[in-house]
T-cell receptor
Framework: DVKVTQSSRYLVKRTGEKVFLECVQD?????MFWYRQDPGLGLRLIYF???????EKGDIPEGYSVSREKKERFSLILESASTNQTSMYLC?????????????FGPGTRLTVL | RKEVEQDPGPFNVPEGATVAFNCTYS??????FFWYRQDCRKEPKLLMS???SGNEDGRFTAQLNRASQYISLLIRDSKLSDSATYLC????????????FGAGTRLFVKA
């Protein structure tokens, strides 16, 4: 079974803090993704990575950065958290060059920024 | 217009009912299609892929209509455990990467 884990299920931070969200997958997947999910908006892609040290912006990258130093680990960084970044953050991974393969999701991190 | 649109519901149906969801997509170049299921406070999980020829998995049937740019999911003999949010997913494929998730359709199956 594919396993995608995220460092925290719930997180509460203050405005202006730097926030790190970690994601690890154990299936040697090439592709990893970070999404945020908000009511009525569905999942929106923040960043994705198709290889170590490679990254591409998704639809809403502003205010976020990512790091992929090892194949199994993909980190999302909020440089200076703001209240509008309160959301559910979901990490996913997939295997394959076509980038259309099934995505496997982690359990999510519910982040609240006060 | 959203790239992928779904009726948010909720659909409230009794056990044993048949229920159908539709999802429309705006880009005719879309290449692959999926239905994901998301339980309350859980992550999305793949339910089934959707092929041009349609596909069936037990009580679930998914179909694709490229001419009208929509996909559908039919659930027969609904169970209480089918209560969840169903996400329509559309992939552009090709050289770039573009996966669009619909906002989901919520289903409640009642005893």
């Amino acid at each position: 079974d594919v396993k995608v884990t995220q460092s925290s299920r719930y997180l509460v931070k203050r405005t202006g803090e730097k926030v790190f969200l970690e994601c690890v997958q154990d299936m040697d997947h090439e592709n990893m993704f970070w999404y945020r999910q908000d009511p009525g908006l569905g999942l929106r892609l923040i960043y994705f990575s198709y290889d170590v040290k490679m990254k591409e912006k998704g639809d809403i990258p502003e205010g976020y950065s990512v790091s992929r130093e090892k194949k199994e680990r993909f980190s999302l960084i909020l440089e200076s958290a703001s209240t509008n970044q309160t959301s559910m953050y979901l990490c996913a991974s997939s295997f394959g060059e076509e980038r259309t393969d099934t995505q496997y999701f982690g359990p999510g991190t519910r982040l609240t920024v006060l | 217009r959203k790239e992928v649109e779904q009726d948010p519901g909720p659909f409230n149906v009794p056990e044993g009912a048949t229920v159908a969801f539709n999802c429309t997509y705006s880009n005719s170049a879309s290449q692959s299609f999926f239905w994901y299921r998301q339980d309350c406070r859980k992550e999305p999980k793949l339910l089934m892929s959707v092929y041009s020829s349609g596909n069936e998995d037990g009580r679930f049937t998914a179909q694709l209509n490229r001419a009208s740019q929509y996909i559908s999911l039919l659930i027969r003999d609904s169970k209480l455990s089918d209560s969840a949010t169903y996400l329509c997913v559309v992939n552009m494929g090709g050289g770039g990467f573009k996966t669009i998730f619909g906002a989901g359709t919520r289903l409640f199956v009642k005893a």
